[in-house]
């Protein structure tokens, strides 16, 4: 299935140039068709709109469609199966040719990620979606992190792992599920710290309505001193 018809028609036009005959291409919006008319149940489902915790691509919202039509049924095999998505808190260098750019952004080339100058925490798994029941598309969720390294924390950067098989994980390339930074209010931290971090977003909606807090996860004061309001 493909949305973009040019793109339709480069599929089509792949499959006969590899003497694949037995592929049909159906043009059109996974989110709104009504796939039942094309195919009762899938025996398979492969689809990669994914990016990292959907947040942006839209599969958590094709796939509860394809469960509402009853496209997928038990036996059906999906790949990838489950994303895992996991949060650490990072210092990020948001300096771009001396301006301060501090916004949400996709890390989608190495660059970019080399501009994580500190990672100040362990990495928490937030979610695991299951691909086999529809998806629920609001998050909201904590987790607690250990401070492993003092420093200043002023963004979180978030990460998603999919499983392909039940053995074979595969965590973001440069293209798919490229790691996102999500700036926050700066803390220092200090080594031996607890800090707890709230996620919340909608999915398929986009990297600007993440919102991330961090409060301390003991409860006692001053466990997180020199906070700051740049961001
Ligand atoms: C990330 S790309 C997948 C690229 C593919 N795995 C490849 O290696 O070429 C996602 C594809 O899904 C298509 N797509 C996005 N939303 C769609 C929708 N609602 N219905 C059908 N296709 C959609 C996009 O046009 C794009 O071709």
């Not at 509860?64 to 990838?80: K, N, V």
């Not at 949400?104 to 500190?118: E, I, M, S, W």
Request: hydrophobic share 40%; proline share 3%; net charge positive.
């Amino acid at each position: 299935m493909e949305v973009c018809s040019e793109l339709g028609q480069i599929a089509r036009a792949n499959a006969r140039r590899c003497g694949l005959r037995n592929i049909t291409v159906i043009e059109g919006d996974v989110l709104s068709l009504d796939l039942r008319t094309v195919m009762p149940r899938a025996d398979v489902v492969i689809m990669e709109m994914l990016d990292t915790g959907l947040i942006a691509e839209q599969q958590s919202q094709a796939m509860s469609h394809l469960h509402e039509q009853e496209i997928i049924r038990a036996g059906t095999r999906i790949i990838p199966s489950r994303m895992d998505s996991y949060i650490e808190l990072v210092n990020y260098d948001f300096d771009f040719y001396g301006l301060d750019m501090r916004f949400p952004l996709h890390a989608r080339n190495y660059g970019a990620n080399k501009r994580v100058t500190q990672i100040l925490t362990t990495r928490k798994r937030f979610e695991s979606v299951d691909f086999s029941r529809p998806v629920d598309e609001r998050v909201r969720t904590s987790v607690t992190v250990s401070v492993h390294r003092a420093g200043l924390a002023n963004a979180v950067r978030l990460k998603s792992k999919i499983m392909l098989s039940p053995t074979v994980a595969l965590w973001g390339t440069s293209d798919m599920c490229v790691p996102a930074i999500v700036p926050i209010r700066e803390r220092r931290l200090a080594a031996g710290q607890r800090a707890r971090l709230s996620i919340s977003y909608s999915r398929g909606r986009g990297l600007q309505q993440v919102q991330v807090s961090l409060r301390d996860a003991d409860g006692t004061k001053p466990a997180m001193a020199g906070e700051s309001h740049r961001a």
